[in-house]
DNA sequence: TCTTGTGTAGTACTTTTGGGCTATTGTACG
DNA sequence: CGTACAATAGCCCAAAAGTACTACACAAGA
């Protein structure tokens, strides 16, 4: 079963996205947002698996949602709704941390198959987008050197580059905030840092885009 | 007219290949390679619009090529042929500078379409590899989009990405330690976020944290 | 067996941040 | 001339981050 939220706000295509995935019995409807806003604050609460989050709102960019949603977020995943194949904004997006994006002429099997194919790790797009994508790829390197840090270390510095409260990274890792900052006092010593800012520029240096 | 060029070992599949493109009418042959050799010498002076590169030589690997190749044929676009869909060098591939794959089990029409695709501006790709690139794009940089942030709310960010303290950043531009924490006030209002980490993440997303 | 490293958790403390204010310049724009 | 805004600077206050320790359990290795 896959939980779905939807971010939109014309009611009319809102409803039909929502039937669209109530239509299907693999999917469950875990939360109908109308506004960025409103958005931000239950998202956090459903944990959907998808989030199918409208492009071009009213108010503000569903890009935006995305920048601001998407760190605390680990498990959800963003898919895009746009009119345009090829909208500048779709590849904006995909930077932000979207993973995909369907078009709102799509039908109802098409939201599935994308809903699907990304909840299965796939990227629903176009050759277009694609093509855009590796462009900014070409020129980059990733590297893998994580210095003398441990397993767990490297997971408290990947959420600590989320840009992640101690507390917040506690509950993630159901462990003692002390507990966290510890750990954060034995990477700054091994990366010779004093702080976060320091200790992720030093170590996103080498790399670590860590894939998650 | 679209011009090939296909570097290919195997001697079938590279006649097939061959046959394939000269059987349309939009497209000529501009050379042909057995090997990685072979086509270092020849492809700069063929120049083709589309290199068709087999990923998988007996001598070398086709990414090698590409690696080589591609920094003195600027015009030349690089189409890989693999065999497996989700193989992971059609990954390495794209990150060496190639636009796109097709599978050897491709139809002649497939193949058609995905030179077609690639000379008009698309990448043919899988959902699969589309999502391991946008991987390794987040938390990448590029474009210049400062949002509305002034000139010296952006000096301060910059100042800020080095891991700079307040004063620290009070000392550099002579200035007073609050304005320096008003300026970072007005910065996360601005980007809709709350502290450094934040605020560096969102802005590298859209690229440059001031050069340097 | 003893030591080392890791992950866990705590206490106590200081410094740094971040949010909410107000206020004064100076400059640009209508 | 007034309005808006950028840059400056201060105040207060609470939260978060960082430092310095101690402590225990467990696993791997000398």
Redesign the pocket.
């Known amino acids: 079963m896959i939980t779905v939220s939807i971010l939109e706000d014309h009611a009319q295509y809102r409803n039909l996205l929502v039937r669209a995935i109530e239509n299907n019995e693999n999917f469950a409807i875990k939360g109908v947002y109308a506004t960025v806003e409103e958005a931000l604050l239950k998202i956090h609460i459903d944990k959907p698996d998808i989030a199918l989050v409208d492009i071009k709102l009213n108010t503000q960019s569903g890009i935006e949602f995305v920048n601001q949603a998407k760190p605390s977020l680990s498990l959800t995943q963003f898919l895009m709704c746009t009119s345009y194949q090829n909208d500048e904004n779709v590849f904006n997006a995909l930077k932000a941390g979207a993973s995909g994006y369907i078009l709102k002429g799509s039908s109802m099997e098409e939201i599935h198959s994308a809903i699907t194919e990304l909840y299965e790790g796939g990227a629903p797009m176009s050759p277009y987008i694609a093509k855009r994508v590796i462009g900014l790829l070409n020129g980059k390197q990733s590297n893998q050197h994580t210095f003398?840090?441990?397993?767990?270390?490297?997971?408290?510095l990947s959420l600590?580059s989320k840009?992640?409260?101690?507390?917040?990274?506690?509950v993630q890792?159901?462990?003692?905030?002390?507990?966290?900052?510890?750990?954060?006092?034995?990477i700054?010593?091994r990366l010779h840092?004093?702080?976060?800012?320091?200790?992720l520029n030093k170590f996103n240096h080498y790399g670590m885009t860590s894939s998650s």
């Open positions: 003398g840090l441990s397993e767990r270390e490297l997971e408290v600590l840009g992640l409260l101690y507390k917040e990274i506690s890792l159901s462990i003692s905030p002390n507990t966290v900052k510890n750990h954060c006092k034995n700054y010593k840092v004093q702080n976060k800012v320091e200790a």
